[in-house]
């Protein structure tokens, strides 16, 4: 069977294994972080995530929706808090009837992902394992694990390691591949709190609260945590990355927030991930596993113009902001 190499075992990482142990390839995936699964939330991540349609589409056509749909809240309201200004109840904006905005705990969602993945025999997870260089002449995958160094191989290597993705970095000299990221001037922090029952806070509604250099974001999770991020100057900090090519060499994909990390604003980044996963697979469908090649440049050719796009739509938000 084909293999694939997948650098990052996060969200887009494990997502992708779930794909690929589907189609019975061999899957190793390599996370330099240790194994997430009965830890506490990892220090420095946003904490809750914002699933929208194509994420959950994703997710269904793995069969997994309805059990991520059962760990999370289903958010279809919203009420600003400004100064000066009475508070209003609305829905949000773009949805369509029956529609919702999935929050959920992204460390319990990772857990979740890798336990799925693994269900899959010929799925591997190497954690404490990085990924580090992809070899531009050798094509190859050159990996740093607690017994020495490893050069892999595969049939398809996916880079789904971050908006700091060190695959990426290792390409920045490839003939005609054009790159560009910048910083926002906020950054953010996350906290998790109980809520106690005379809390006027609810379950299914989006809270914010914004003064001229700070906002509040607050939801309410399923086991009646409270999960607040707050944005503002010195805090954990926020990239915006774009890419010109999402393939390179008939053999790696950029996907995920190494191919189009985005400020968050309006939830982009991981619905945009899951999505490539989805559409990868779409591709695979379409051209056949025995196309490789003509897979990986049109998956390229269908993700990088749309997810650019993307990406200054979430730009222009910020600066609205």
């Known amino acids: 069977m084909p293999s694939v190499l ?5 969200l887009v990482g494990s997502v992708n294994a779930c794909f690929f142990g589907k189609r019975r390839w061999n899957v190793i995936v390599y996370e330099s972080r240790s194994d997430p699964r009965g830890k506490e939330n990892e220090k420095g991540k946003s ?16 069969g997994l929706k309805e059990k991520v749909i059962e760990m999370g809240v289903a958010v279809k309201e919203k009420i600003r808090y400004e100064e000066r200004k009475l508070p209003v109840l609305e829905k949000l904006r773009g949805l369509n009837e029956g529609d919702f905005i999935l929050t959920i705990n992204r460390h ?4 979740f992902l890798i336990n ?21 002449e050798k094509h190859i995958l050159i990996v740093d694990a607690v017994d020495g160094q490893i050069h892999a191989k595969g049939d398809l290597i ?18 005609g591949f054009g790159f560009n990221q910048k910083y926002i001037d906020i950054g953010y922090m996350d906290l998790s709190l109980n809520v106690h029952n005379s809390s006027d806070l609810k379950p299914g509604i989006h809270y914010s609260w914004r003064t001229n250099d700070l ?15 707050f944005s503002r100057n010195k805090a954990q900090a926020i990239i915006s990355v774009q890419c010109s090519q999402h ?5 790696l994909l950029l996907m995920g927030d190494s191919a189009h990390a985005m400020v968050p604003f309006q939830g982009q980044g991981v619905n945009c991930g899951f999505e490539d996963c989805l ?26 113009t749309e997810t650019n796009i993307l990406n200054e739509m979430e730009w222009k938000t910020y600066q609205q902001v």
């Open 6 to 10: 997948i650098a990052g075992g996060g």
């Open 47 to 62: 904490i809750n995530l914002a699933l929208g349609f194509r994420a959950l589409s994703t997710l269904e056509t793995l």
């Open 108 to 111: 319990k969602l990772c857990q």
């Open 116 to 136: 799925e993945a693994e269900k899959y025999q010929n799925v591997k997870f190497n954690f404490n394992t990085k990924a580090t260089i992809f070899d531009t």
């Open 158 to 175: 996916l880079a789904c390691d971050g908006a700091h993705s060190s695959i990426r970095r290792s390409l920045l000299k490839v003939s």
């Open 215 to 229: 906002i509040v974001v607050a939801l309410v999770n399923r086991d009646q945590s409270l999960t607040d991020t």
């Open 247 to 251: 393939s390179f060499f008939d053999k």
């Open 279 to 304: 559409v990868l697979n779409e591709t695979f469908d379409e051209l056949g596993e025995d196309s490789i090649k003509d897979v990986i440049r049109e998956y390229s050719k269908r993700r990088t």
